[in-house]
Antibody, heavy 119, light 110 residues
Framework: QVQLQESGPGLVKPSETLSLTCTVS????????WSWIRQPPGKALEWTGY???????NYHPSLKSRVTILAYTSTNQFSLKLTSVTAADTAVYYC?????????????WGPGTLVTVSS | QSVLTQAPSASGTPGQRVTISCSGS????????VYWYQQLPGTAPKLLIY???QRPSGVPDRFSGSKSGTSASLAISGLRSEDETDYYC???????????FGGGTKLTVL
């Protein structure tokens, strides 16, 4: 059974950097694609970006200048960094596996972590 | 503004059949499989339907999916009170090279 767990600060100041880590068990970071999705309070899901098993990344165009996703094979984790945050970045952040066997879809999700941007 | 369009709300009475629709374009629904997620309050989305109409193990056969052209639908038959929650459609977008979601439909069981 694949399991994911997000971790990181729940409060970030405006203009600072949001940093989250996703710890994966039940699958290897090196064998699939891994993604971050966020959900502002009361709003819909938004794809943020993903990293492939080979380290290639793709980010949502609206966030491309501010986001970085990295993978750490030694600890089976991947991370999200979002710079210059504003209140609009307040959201529940989910990490998920992007299963691209055949067609690409998000099959396993972490429980999510709320990140609030506020001074 | 979500890439895929869903009605914000739907409702039905216990035992009834309800349908939730999702519309997109050729670059997303038109060219790719559609997925449906159920999101209970305060929890992560749970995969309900994959590859347009397939159910993961454990999902009751009351839930079914279909796709036609650039639109898709989720049908829930024999509506139950525990079905009252949010439902999201999703697919791959070839232009974005990433997943896209609908705005979500809040289902109310009257």
């Amino acid at each position: 059974q694949v399991q994911l767990q997000e971790s990181g600060p729940g409060l970030v100041k405006p203009s600072e950097t949001l940093s989250l880590t996703c710890t994966v068990s039940g699958d290897s970071i090196s064998s699939s694609y891994w993604s971050w999705i966020r959900q502002p309070p009361g709003k819909a899901l938004e794809w943020t970006g993903y990293i492939s098993y080979s380290g290639n990344t793709n980010y949502h165009p609206s966030l491309k200048s501010r986001v970085t996703i990295l993978a750490y094979t030694s600890t089976n984790q991947f991370s999200l960094k979002l710079t210059s945050v504003t209140a609009a970045d307040t959201a529940v952040y989910y990490c998920a596996r992007l299963n691209c066997v055949g067609d690409c879809h998000l099959d396993y999700w972490g429980p999510g972590t709320l990140v609030t941007v506020s001074s | 503004q979500s890439v895929l369009t869903q009605a914000p709300s739907a409702s039905g009475t216990p035992g009834q059949r309800v349908t939730i629709s999702c519309s997109g374009s050729r670059s997303n629904i038109g060219n790719n499989y559609v997925y449906w997620y159920q999101q209970l309050p305060g929890t992560a989305p749970k995969l309900l339907i994959y590859s347009n109409n397939q159910r993961p193990s454990g999902v009751p056969d009351r839930f079914s999916g279909s796709k036609s052209g650039t639109s898709a639908s989720l049908a829930i038959s024999g509506l139950r009170s525990e079905d009252e929650t949010d439902y999201y459609c999703a697919t791959w977008d070839d232009s974005l090279s990433g997943p896209v979601f609908g705005g979500g439909t809040k289902l109310t069981v009257l």
